[in-house]
């Protein structure tokens, strides 16, 4: 069993940086690959990014590339967002997720096993 809870979400302007964290309890997280997913009023839930157990690999969707980085710290059971270049369109509920397994790309929300409560990110233009 993995419980997650996010934080660091807020409200920014365009072009500015927020760095979400979450932080999570359970024996199976160094184990598990983590996702951030976001979704916005009116929209279905979609993938952000996710990163393996060991870091090494990481996978983004391409709306995010070159400005998100998704990072991980095992040792203190937490998975990080930094979002630079923000835009309005990145306005979401951003949630951490985990997968019961240490790697494997899936972007399906159904693929994960374990959710955070989400934590509001809004972009003024």
């Known amino acids: 069993q993995v419980q997650l809870v996010e934080s660091g979400g807020g409200l920014v302007q365009a072009g500015g940086s927020l760095r979400l964290s979450c932080s999570a309890s359970?024996?199976?997280?160094?184990?598990?690959?983590m996702g951030w997913f976001r979704q916005a009023p009116g929209k279905e839930r979609e993938f952000v990014a996710a990163?393996?157990?060991?870091?090494?690999?990481?996978y983004y969707a391409d709306s995010v590339k070159g400005r998100f980085t998704i990072s991980r710290d095992n040792a203190k059971n937490t998975v990080f967002l930094q979002m630079n270049s923000l835009k309005p369109e990145d306005t979401a509920v951003y949630y951490c997720?985990?997968?019961?397994?240490?790697?494997?790309?899936?972007?399906?929300?159904?693929?994960?096993?374990?959710w955070g409560q989400g934590a509001q990110v809004t972009v003024s233009s």
């Open positions: 359970g024996r199976t997280f160094s184990q598990s690959v």
């Open positions: 997720a985990a997968r019961r397994v240490p790697t494997g790309w899936r972007t399906d929300v159904g693929a994960y096993d374990y």
């Open positions: 990163i393996s157990w060991s870091a090494i690999s990481t």
